[in-house]
C-alpha cells in the first residue's frame, strides 16, 4: 500500500467520507442508518417566493439505496417559523426527527443525496452542530451508487424510533448581526458558495438584490466537486482554492450562499482540512439581499492571494 505524501493534507476525520463500495459492503449493518436527503428547488413565477422546495419522497418511493430512509429537509429538519426556507430547527425539534428515523447516539449514519451533494453536506453540518459525530456523507451521491449499477430498492425502510441526543454547539449557525459586526474585521473571512456570476452581481438574483456581502470571497461550492462524477475534488484542491482565496485556519470563517444549502459543501471540506472557526449564514442571501439597510457589493475584486498557486 502505497503511503500518503507528507506534503498533502489528510482527512481530520476519514470516516466522514464513504465510498460507494464501502457503503455497499457494510449494508443491513445493525447500527447503520443511510438517508436519503434529496431536496429539489423549482421555478416559480416572477414576483413569488424564490422557488418552491420539493421533497425528494416522490423519486425514494421509486428507488432508493437498500435500508434508506427519507428526510424531508426542509418539512422535518427546519424552523416552520420563518419565511426563510432551510433555516436550522430547535434542538427539540432535530432530535425528534432523527429519532423518528431510527437514528440514536450510537449509529452510523450515511447521507446521501441525488442531483447535488450539498443536501448531503447540509444535513452533515446540522448533525455535527447538535453535537453528533457519527455521519459521512456518500462521495458522489445517488447517481454514482447508480452509475456503477449498485443494488437498489423500491421497498420504504423503517426503524424502531431511537433516542437522538441534540445539544447545539455555539456559534455553528449565525445571523445577518453576526455578519454585519464582522464586516471589514482582519480576522474574520466571509465566503460565498455561489457561482461567479452572482458573486460578481452580472445576473440577477432570486433572493433579491444582486451582488454579495461587501469583503466576501468567493469559493463556489461546484469548483469543489469533479463535474465528470459529483465527487469531491483532491483535498489539496480544496486547500489552494480556499488559500488562494485568502481562507487560513488562524480566520473566522464565515459562510454563506442563497439559503445556506451550497456554503456547506466548502465547510465540510474545510473542517476535513483542520479549520476549527466555521461558522454558516443560514440565512444567507436570502435574508441579506431583501434588506436595502444591508450593503451590497458588485463588480469584480482582487483575490488576496492571487499568484500564490503552484
Known amino acids: 500500500m502505497t503511503e500518503p505524501r ?19 459492503a ?5 447500527h447503520l442508518r443511510i438517508v436519503d436527503c434529496t431536496t429539489w428547488l423549482k421555478p416559480t413565477a416572477p414576483g413569488d417566493a424564490p422557488y418552491r422546495v420539493v421533497s425528494g419522497r416522490a423519486e425514494y418511493d421509486e428507488t432508493h439505496i437498500p435500508g434508506a430512509v427519507f428526510l424531508d429537509i426542509q418539512g ?20 425528534q426527527a432523527m429519532s423518528r428515523l431510527g437514528i440514536g447516539d450510537q449509529s452510523r449514519v450515511v447521507l446521501y443525496s441525488a442531483s447535488s451533494i450539498m443536501w448531503a453536506t447540509r444535513v452533515w453540518w446540522m448533525l455535527r452542530a447538535f453535537g453528533f459525530r457519527g455521519a459521512a456523507v456518500l462521495d458522489g451521491g445517488w447517481e454514482k451508487w447508480k452509475a456503477e449499477g449498485r443494488p437498489v430498492s423500491a421497498e420504504p425502510a423503517s426503524y424502531p424510533p431511537a433516542c437522538f441526543t441534540a445539544r447545539l454547539v455555539p456559534n455553528r449557525f449565525v445571523d445577518r ?35 454579495r456581502i461587501p469583503g466576501s ?44 444549502i451550497s456554503a456547506t459543501v466548502g465547510l465540510f471540506l474545510l473542517h476535513q482540512l483542520g479549520y476549527d472557526d466555521l461558522t454558516l449564514y443560514d440565512g444567507s442571501m436570502g435574508d441579506w439581499a431583501v434588506d436595502p439597510d444591508l450593503p451590497i457589493e458588485t463588480g469584480s475584486q482582487q483575490t488576496p492571494q492571487d499568484g500564490n498557486r503552484p
Open 26 to 30: 457494510i449494508l443491513g449493518a445493525p
Open 177 to 211: 448581526g453576526h455578519v454585519l459586526s464582522r464586516l471589514g474585521d482582519n480576522d474574520v473571512v466571509i465566503v460565498n458558495a455561489l457561482a461567479p456570476t452572482f458573486h460578481l452581481g452580472e445576473e440577477p438574483s432570486r433572493y433579491g438584490r444582486p451582488g
Open 217 to 260: 470571497v468567493n469559493v463556489p461550492a461546484s469548483s469543489l466537486l469533479d463535474p465528470s462524477n459529483g465527487v469531491f475534488v483532491a483535498l489539496d484542491e480544496v486547500r489552494w482554492l480556499h488559500e488562494d482565496a485568502g481562507i487560513r485556519p488562524d480566520r473566522h470563517v464565515v459562510a454563506y450562499c442563497g439559503g445556506g
Open 76 to 95: 422535518e429538519v427546519s424552523d416552520p417559523e420563518t419565511r426563510l426556507h432551510f433555516m436550522a430547527p430547535t434542538p427539540e425539534r432535530f432530535a
Open 6 to 24: 507528507a506534503d498533502l493534507p489528510q482527512w481530520r476525520e476519514p470516516d466522514a467520507l464513504i465510498e460507494t463500495g464501502a457503503l455497499e
